[in-house]
């Protein structure tokens, strides 16, 4: 009878730590994907919250790259770089949840396991020197208990920490 019991208590934890260890593992997207998110246009009806745009179009260019970031402790294989469109009225941060749902969808990939950076031209201010330097603000995200997408943890990123989660394709 012990060693039924024992047997079924492994059994049991076996079963248990099997989707937590399948969910650390690396994941690979095709090539052809990779290249197919490369300055990929996204555009989108937005619901706005009180006067940021309602019911207006808002655009961005997403631009997919390898993660090789010594910061992201949770090992995200992938970044999606996502560039405000010039026409926009809004941030288009208004719509990260919603941008990381139709992004992680469309590459078939939870957007818990990808890193989203928002990248946004900063004008200099006055008597400060023209930098050119562009803002850039990552974005992760977790699921609720329930399983739904729960909104992004934020955080500025600086040139270098850029440099990693593209893979030093961007500065």
């Given at each position: 009878?012990?060693?039924?019991?024992?047997?079924?208590?492994?059994?049991?934890?076996?079963?248990?730590?099997?989707?937590?260890?399948?969910?650390?593992?690396?994941?690979?997207?095709?090539?052809?994907?990779?290249?197919?998110?490369?300055?990929?246009?996204?555009?989108?009806?937005?619901?706005?919250?009180?006067?940021l745009?309602p019911?207006?179009?808002?655009?961005?260019?997403?631009?997919?790259?390898g993660?090789?970031?010594?910061h992201?402790?949770?090992?995200?294989?992938?970044?999606?770089?996502l560039?405000?469109?010039?026409?926009?009225?809004?941030p288009?941060?208004?719509?990260?949840k919603?941008?990381?749902?139709?992004?992680g969808?469309?590459?078939?990939?939870s957007?818990?396991?990808?890193?989203?950076?928002?990248?946004f031209?900063?004008a200099?201010?006055c008597?400060?020197?023209?930098?050119?330097?562009?803002?850039?603000?990552?974005?992760?995200?977790?699921l609720?208990?329930?399983?739904?997408?729960?909104?992004?943890?934020w955080?500025?990123?600086?040139?270098e920490?850029?440099?990693?989660?593209?893979?030093?394709?961007?500065?």
């Amino acid at each position: 009878m012990t060693r039924i019991v024992i047997l079924l208590a492994l059994t049991l934890v076996s079963l248990l730590a099997a989707p937590a260890a399948a969910a650390q593992e690396p994941y690979t997207l095709p090539s052809a994907t990779v290249q197919e998110w490369q300055d990929k246009p996204l555009t989108w009806r937005s619901y706005g919250r009180g006067d940021l745009a309602p019911g207006g179009t808002l655009s961005a260019t997403a631009t997919l790259y390898g993660n090789t970031s010594r910061h992201d402790s949770d090992e995200r294989s992938y970044s999606v770089v996502l560039v405000q469109g010039e026409g926009n009225r809004a941030p288009i941060t208004e719509d990260a949840k919603y941008l990381a749902e139709i992004i992680g969808r469309d590459l078939g990939v939870s957007p818990t396991r990808l890193a989203f950076l928002f990248r946004f031209a900063v004008a200099p201010t006055c008597g400060a020197e023209d930098t050119d330097r562009p803002l850039t603000i990552r974005a992760t995200f977790r699921l609720s208990s329930s399983g739904n997408l729960v909104s992004p943890s934020w955080r500025v990123l600086s040139t270098e920490e850029v440099e990693d989660y593209t893979d030093r394709q961007l500065r």
